[in-house]
């Protein structure tokens, strides 16, 4: 690491570097300009700028030194990291630690990872983050966001999860949605509390970093958390104040496809915060699902989320605590919503791009799906048999022979086809509480990051309402035994 980055050390006293670059022949109003010396019209003895510190070579894209950063040893000196001022080649916006390192490990993963400070960069590259970066000591600049974007995507952003590092979170959104192009944003890791990456690693270990990094929220997330923050949108005045505001925020994205996307987004959410305010104060409610073995669904098919070494160590943090959002019941609609789409033919036929838009938690449900709509795009007079040798064919074998068992444990028969439109009713209504049930999801994850960040009571009774909402779910179900799935 020492190598890697350089690291050296600035001995104490004021002439050192003065004295060894003088015997070098190297001017005294060089040095000055380089920010190695300080001086001026009322300094007439020009002194070494860095002074008993560590000290860390900033490099450019193409790995030369252009400027230090120093931090003190010594720890009563006021200032505990220095670094050098703007100078001809220097240009702090315009920079970003450890960059010329980074490239190339960001680009092999297509993820670059945004830290507060270079002490946070060297210690993830300590546990194997090779592709970690910071600013200098200021908020993150347009320049740099578009250096990072040329890296990586969606690069991550991560923070501390105090308040400071919230409103570092907020900054880096402003700064971004005017500049959003298609396929290129941000996503948001917030450490739990009074814990910077290196105190996190060594406490709990790599996995718990790979947890977080595994956790960042997307952009649209971290907005809406922003904007609902408050918590209370019981009048019609506050919702229309709300409303207001979310669209303020996303006149400034210049792309116009990209503030579509974002209107549209927004405004679901807003959608089912509205339904959920109402149904919270006696909204009607769906008859309840009989639902075939929870053991055999924990088999059936993983959902996406994964568990590491670090997960146990972190459960007591806001982050960190597992949101109750995937279970028996979410894997299970996602299974009747794919046997649907293959045992009924017509919810393909008429319902396609709802099928293409449902938000799916199983990594290999997924691919059934994006695989069900490549076949029906290619022949859309397939029926149920055709479909499933087609995904047979497609290396789809096993995971069919796991849906039929899920068939199977249903209370009735497999379907018929003189019950298509109750089948098709039951498709759509279970695919309307999905989209639900993972818009509240979102608004859970972005709940609980503004919880870790300032623990209030308007932000932890935010967090119970959705908490309560979700439970409500349970017996939302479509009928699917009902309707002979």
């Known amino acids: 690491i020492q ?79 220095l670094n050098s001022p703007e100078t001809p080649v220097f240009h702090k916006g315009a920079i970003l630690f450890n960059h010329a390192n980074a490239r190339k490990a960001a680009y092999d993963r297509q993820s670059v990872i945004v830290t507060e400070g270079y002490m946070d960069v060297i210690a993830l590259a300590m546990a194997g983050f090779d592709n970690a970066v ?8 347009e320049r740099q966001l578009h250096l990072l974007w040329r890296m990586a995507p969606e690069p991550i952003l991560c923070f ?40 996190l690693i060594r406490q709990h270990g790599k996995g718990a970093m790979d947890e977080i990094l595994n956790k960042a929220v997307p952009m649209a997330d971290m907005l809406w958390s922003r904007e609902v923050r408050s918590g209370t949108w019981d009048t019609p005045e506050r919702r229309a104040a709300l409303e207001r505001q979310v669209e303020m925020r996303l006149e400034t994205i210049k792309d116009q496809k990209i503030r579509h996307f974002y209107q549209s987004d927004l405004r679901a959410r807003l959608k089912n915060l509205w339904a959920a305010s109402q149904n919270s104060h006696g909204g009607a409610q769906t008859p309840k699902t009989r639902r075939y073995s929870d053991s055999d669904q924990r088999t059936a098919f993983p959902q996406k989320r994964r568990t590491n070494d670090g997960s146990a160590r972190l459960r007591l943090s806001a982050v960190g605590r597992k949101s109750g959002i995937e279970g028996p019941a979410l894997a299970a609609r996602e299974a009747f919503l ?44 397939l ?3 055709q479909i499933i040798a087609q995904l047979a064919d497609r290396g789809y074998g096993s995971a069919l022979e796991r849906l039929d ?22 498709w759509l209504q279970a695919a309307a509480l999905h989209r639900r049930h993972v818009a509240l999801a979102k608004e859970l994850r972005a709940a609980e990051l503004a919880c870790s960040a300032e623990l209030t009571q308007e932000n932890e009774a ?4 959705i908490r309560e909402q979700l439970n409500s779910l349970e017996g939302l179900e479509a009928s699917w035994d009902e309707q002979e799935i």
Not at 8 to 23: C, I, M, T, V, W
Not at 354 to 376: H, N
Request: avoid cysteine.
């Open 383 to 385: 029926d149920r048999s």
């Open 338 to 381: 794919i046997l649907g789409a293959i045992d009924h033919p017509q919810i393909l036929e008429s319902h396609a791009e709802e099928l293409a838009e449902l938000d799916l938690t199983s990594s290999e449900l997924d691919r059934l799906r994006l695989s069900i709509l490549d076949a029906v795009s290619l022949n859309e007079s």
């Open 462 to 465: 935010r967090l119970i309402e």
């Open 160 to 199: 501390d999860g105090d308040k400071a590092g919230i409103k570092a979170a907020w900054r880096a959104i402003d700064l971004a949605l005017p500049e959003l192009k298609p396929g290129f944003s941000l996503r948001f890791a917030l450490l739990p509390e009074d814990l910077d990456p290196d105190d």
């Open 405 to 426: 068992r899920i068939r199977k444990h249903s209370s009735q028969p497999a379907a018929d086809a003189a019950r298509a439109d109750g089948i098709e009713t039951a």
């Open 3 to 81: 190598k890697r980055f350089q690291i050296g050390y600035a001995p104490a006293g004021r002439q050192n570097l003065k004295k060894h670059f003088s015997e070098k022949n190297i001017p005294v109003n060089l040095l000055i300009e380089a920010g190695l010396l300080i001086g001026g019209e009322d300094i007439p003895d020009p002194y070494d700028r860095f002074r008993d510190r560590i000290m860390f070579p900033i490099t450019n894209i193409k790995g030369q030194v252009i400027a230090f950063g120093g931090r003190a040893l010594n720890p009563d000196v006021p200032a505990k990291y």
């Open 134 to 141: 910071a600013p200098l000591g200021t908020a993150l600049t």
